[in-house]
């Protein structure tokens, strides 16, 4: 046989097996059935475009779960994450979106069942004593308490998504350390990102107890906090107090969303 033939042989065989496993991708993409559930990191705050039906949940267009699902065309897409969910929240008004036909869930829970909010405000308004004062107490609380209350929701989800693979998505740090900025005091910065990342901590643990995969972004958000030229993150916004130390539009698409995809 011929070079000629031989090549022409190959190349029919090549495009033979990549016509034959189209129809295994699409029949995949197809199966998918995603559920995103949550509180304010999953539900998009920060990102804009929030879609009224959903109210105060504030879901918009720009979270990583909708940006996957555009890009993934699943089978079945519901978002039911909501700002302000703790765990509690999640497992008395999101699960019912569970099912055994569930075959993939997201979810970040952990933020406000330590008053990740309000902690913040209370650093802008009270000075720095106050603020590390207060996340020392929410760590105190953190380790007696959050891994009770993360087993008992990732449980739930098991129980109710018996099908699912569970993605974890952690927070991300919001200062950059190395840099210095005008607003809060770097002994400030240094705790919160202190809470942040034993919050991290404690919410894989979890995770990994539960079978689940942990999906860690703050490499991701690593050169985009607050304090750098190109952030991710959302400052203090007086206009939208909510939006604050939330995730913008690109922090979705740049940030969680690369990392969702790799562990999805």
Same mark, same amino acid.
């Given at each position: 046989?011929?070079?000629?033939?031989?090549a022409l042989k190959?190349?029919?065989?090549a495009?033979?097996?990549?016509?034959?496993?189209v129809?295994?991708?699409s029949?995949?993409?197809?199966a998918?059935? !995603?559920?995103?559930?949550?509180?304010? &990191?999953?539900?998009?705050?920060?990102?804009g475009? +929030?879609?009224?039906s959903?109210g105060?949940?504030?879901?918009?267009?720009n979270? &990583?779960s909708?940006?996957?699902?555009?890009?993934h065309?699943?089978a079945s !897409?519901?978002s039911?994450?909501?700002?302000?969910?703790k765990?509690?929240?999640?497992?008395?008004?999101?699960l019912?979106a569970?099912?055994?036909?569930t075959t993939?869930?997201?979810?970040?829970?952990?933020?406000?069942d330590e008053?990740f909010s *309000?902690?913040?405000?209370?650093c802008?308004?009270?000075g720095?004593?106050?603020?590390v004062?207060?996340?020392?107490?929410?760590e105190?609380?953190?380790r007696?308490?959050l891994?009770?209350k993360?087993?008992?929701? +990732?449980?739930?989800?098991?129980?109710?998504?018996?099908?699912a693979?569970?993605?974890?998505? *952690? !927070?991300?740090?919001? &200062?950059?350390?190395?840099n210095?900025c005008?607003g809060?005091?770097q002994?400030?910065?240094t705790?919160i990102?202190?809470?942040?990342?034993?919050?991290?901590s404690?919410?894989?643990?979890?995770?990994?107890?539960?079978?689940?995969? !942990?999906?860690?972004?703050?490499?991701?958000f690593?050169?985009h906090?607050?304090c750098d030229?190109?952030?991710?993150?959302?400052s203090?916004?007086v206009l939208?107090?909510?939006e604050? +130390?939330?995730?913008?539009?690109?922090?979705?698409?740049? *940030? &969680?969303?690369?990392v969702?995809?790799?562990?999805?």
């Amino acid at each position: 046989m011929s070079r000629g033939s031989l090549a022409l042989k190959a190349g029919v065989g090549a495009t033979a097996l990549a016509l034959s496993l189209v129809p295994a991708l699409s029949a995949h993409a197809s199966a998918v059935n !995603y559920v995103a559930l949550g509180d304010s &990191y999953s539900s998009g705050v920060g990102a804009g475009d +929030y879609i009224r039906s959903s109210g105060s949940c504030d879901r918009s267009p720009n979270a &990583y779960s909708a940006l996957w699902a555009a890009q993934h065309d699943p089978a079945s !897409y519901t978002s039911v994450a909501c700002s302000g969910a703790k765990t509690t929240d999640v497992i008395a008004n999101q699960l019912s979106a569970l099912s055994s036909s569930t075959t993939l869930v997201s979810i970040t829970v952990g933020g406000n069942d330590e008053n990740f909010s *309000g902690i913040m405000q209370d650093c802008i308004l009270d000075g720095t004593s106050t603020c590390v004062s207060e996340i020392d107490a929410a760590e105190a609380d953190a380790r007696a308490n959050l891994p009770g209350k993360l087993a008992a929701v +990732y449980g739930d989800i098991s129980a109710d998504a018996p099908n699912a693979q569970v993605v974890v998505m *952690g !927070y991300p740090d919001f &200062y950059d350390l190395g840099n210095d900025c005008v607003g809060l005091s770097q002994k400030s910065r240094t705790a919160i990102d202190g809470g942040i990342d034993l919050l991290d901590s404690i919410i894989q643990t979890a995770a990994n107890q539960a079978g689940f995969t !942990y999906a860690d972004v703050r490499s991701a958000f690593s050169g985009h906090e607050i304090c750098d030229s190109d952030r991710w993150l959302h400052s203090v916004n007086v206009l939208d107090i909510d939006e604050s +130390y939330h995730p913008t539009a690109e922090g979705h698409a740049d *940030g &969680y969303l690369p990392v969702f995809a790799a562990n999805a």
